[in-house]
Every structure is written in C-alpha cells, then in structure tokens.
DNA sequence: ATGCGCATCATTGTATACATATCGGCGGCC
DNA sequence: GGCCGCCGATATGTATACAATGATGCGCAT
C-alpha cells in the first residue's frame, strides 16, 4: 500500500537511480530510526523487521540491512544472529559503564569548552536549554528526552575534538535507552534548569565549575535510576542450575 | 574461476551452509583485515576492492560489503561514495584528538586500573610486554606495532568498563594507523620499556603514578611523531587560487 | 602537437531470488 | 491427557544479476 506511494515517490522523479544521492536517503533514515530509538516511540526489545522496514521506508532489504548494521555498532539495536534485529535492552552493568563513561568524559571536557565557548554557541545551547523546558513543561517528554541527548552531545562539540564528542554523543544515545528501561515515569533525572545553570558557569568561563557541575547532573541523572535487574525471562532455570 | 575454488572450499566441508556459523567466519576476515591494517602490511591510501577481497576470502561481495562498512565505522578505512573503500589516511586534526582523547581517558582509567588488576592480569601484561620488546629486538616492526596496541587495550579492559575498553581498543587502531602516516621509519615513539614500568607501578597499586606516567607516555609517543601536513597530492593549485 | 569530447570499462550501488534456520501449531504416541 | 516430534510458515543469510556512475584511453579537430 504505502509501497505504492514509495515507488510513486522515486518514480516521481522520472529518474530512477537519478539521484544526488541514494546514500543521503540512508542517513536519514537512520536518524528516523535513531530518533525513534532515543525518543523512546520504539521501546527496548521491540522488533525491527527487515521486510517491514523496508516497505515503510521504500527501499530494498539490502538498504535496511546496512543501516540496522551501523545501529547495531552504536548499540542502539542489537542483532541476534537467527533471530533479528531489536532494540537494545541495556543490562544494569552497562547502564553503569555508560554514566562513568560520561563522568570521565563530559567532565573531562568542560574545562576546555569553557575555553572556547563563543557567544554563538551560548546562544544556540541557550535556545536548545529552552524548548527542552517548554517540552517538558507540555507533556511532551520524547522530545525533551531527544532535545536533553542533543544538549549535552552539543556541548562536547565545542570542545573541537571531533572523535571524543562523537564518543559522547553515542553515549547519550545509549542513556536515553537506560532511561527507557530504567528510569521512573514522569520524571526524568534532568532538573529542567541545570542546563541553564551550566551555561551560565560555561559564559562565565569558569570551566573548573562547570565540570564540578556537570558531574552533579550526571550523578543526579543516574541516581534518579531505579536500577533492578527485571529478570524476567526466563531466568530461574539457569540460576537454579548454574552448578 | 577461483569462485570454483572457493565453492571447493566450502563444499569440501561436506555441508553446503553447514556451519558452526558463517558469523564466525566473518569475524575472521574482519580480523584479518583489520590486523594487516594495524600492523602497516596494507598502508593509509591503499585500495580495497570488494572483488579483490571477496576472491581472496571466498565470500560474496555481500558479506565484504558488511565488513568495509564496520571497518569504515571504526575508521579505520574510508568509504568514498562512487569509488569505494581505501585504508583511511588520518589528518593531522585527527590525529591530535586521538592523542587528545587517550590522554583523558587512558589516563583516567589507571586509578581504577591499579584498584583492580589481578595476579592473572599482571602475568598477562608482562608476557604482552615481553614479546613486545622481543619483536622489537628482532625487527618485527609490525607485530610490535599490533602487540603495544594490544597492551593499551588489555590495561583498558582490566577497569571493568566495557564502554570505556572499547573505545580504548579503537584509539589505539586509530593511533597505529596515525604512526604509519606520521611515524618516523625505525622509530616507534614507544620506548620499550615504558610498558614495564607501568606495570611496576601498577602492581604496587599506585594509581597516581601509573596515571601520570601513563601521560607522560602518550605524551612521548605523540611528539615522536612528524605531524607535517603532507600534502602530497595537488596542493598548491588550492592554496595558490585560495582567495 | 595539444586539448577536448566521446566511448568503453571497471567498480560500486541496489534489488531480487534462493537457501537455511527458527518458531509456532498440530498430530500421534506413550 | 500430556509430551515429543514433525511440518509449515516466517524471516534472515547469502549470492548473484542488473543498473548507474566515475575513470580511462582513444580519436578527432583545431
């Protein structure tokens, strides 16, 4: 059905193949599904189907193929080698191993932020700090969660170090999912005003602050975390037998 | 032609599609490639055609296709649109925040790195430094390249981080790939007994010194380098028409 | 002789077809 | 009546065929 509209999309541009590019097709479907993902519209363990996704997005398998691949690298979907791609279940081990990530690393890094935070980019966090708040204040809590990811991803950017904000940004990917599994409903870690405050220390150049701070907020997200091992499946057997 | 040696192969297990798993197999040649990679045996620039590869393994183009792709994630080679996969050549940016980010967090892993390290763990260390100095002694250049990577990973690895191990283990194929660019022939900036020492203080659980060292290593490796832009390739038609 | 344009070729991008393994239900057997 | 085993369905893994694009080399014109 809405194969139709594909192929009339495509075929619509009279030039099959045509085309700046096909691979720009790609990426965004990845940010659909890793938007998703992150705003929580896909929960953890839900399936992704390959026929499925290839009919919604107008693509053939072998296009869904390599972009559930490079999800899977990020960690965002995990692949189970019969059995198909989902979305990742975080264990309570990773959850631990991403926020001491971000402690090591944000943290890290707000010193040389402050450096070279211009007023541009305090401009720009200022605005992403608030539609996150208007966000949250109507209801609309996927999008805070995706806008608070965004922040904190672009506040590692200002750093200039290109491979340690992707780092970051992956990892804030990967809290959004922690979030999803272990985090209480209707109340997401982040004080809606931290970000605002951090800014502030980051305008005023005082990066030793800002870092003292931004391992507050983490602490203060991650201890927000009901963190118990659901243990639901099936998992009673193995224990009993484990000797 | 060689497709029927390769067909022989397989068949030759007897089991068309037999298989413990094809995974595995994949893994492999991942592996493989990755490994030449690291130990300078393909060079930044070179290219990998898919044919080529696929022949050589004896695996569809599907499967290399797989391969190039998480290679190219790990940037380790680079995936240019129409003209397909070559062995990423860093720039000099890069190869700063590679060196930048294993400051942070090499560095920062050691407290916790000299809290946790075992027996088993230290014996380990010792023997991949052991082999390391033999393969320098004896000219091994690229296994001594692969093997100090592997030590940087390894020590990683012992902070129980699985997040932070990861990473580790891809700055440390990133920085091997930066040597073969940037590195001066019959040189590597590691000294061979630094790993030594490291795990001296490392065994007598002082954390602060093995952070420190740690930094003062990196440090030693990265001003090893010659990070001269090279420039090679029509340059100076850019620069002279610049403005 | 040199520079431009065209045709061919080599190589990747995409889709599809086929093989294979797992999951669910059903029937037979104990 | 319940459990084991089989069989069909579904979905993934792999290979291959086809299409499109950029590169290369040749020929022609100036």
Known sequence: MNQRQT???RGGAGRPGKNGDGAERHEEIHRSISDAIIEHRLRPGARLREDALAEVFGISRTG???ILQR????QLVTLTPRRGASVTRPTADEAKD???ARQMVECGLMPEVARRITDDDLRELRDMARRERQALKSGEQST???LSADFHARLARISGNATLADFVERLCSRSSLILAVYGNPGHLGCESHDHDDLIGFLEAGNGERAQAFMGRHLKAIEAS???VEEEVEAPDLHRIFAD
């Open 64 to 66: 869904i193929r390599k």
């Open 71 to 74: 999800l899977a690298l990020e």
């Open 144 to 146: 805070a969660i995706r």
């Open 7 to 9: 192929v009339a999309e």
């Open 98 to 100: 991403v926020f001491d």
């Open 225 to 227: 975390l009901s963190i």
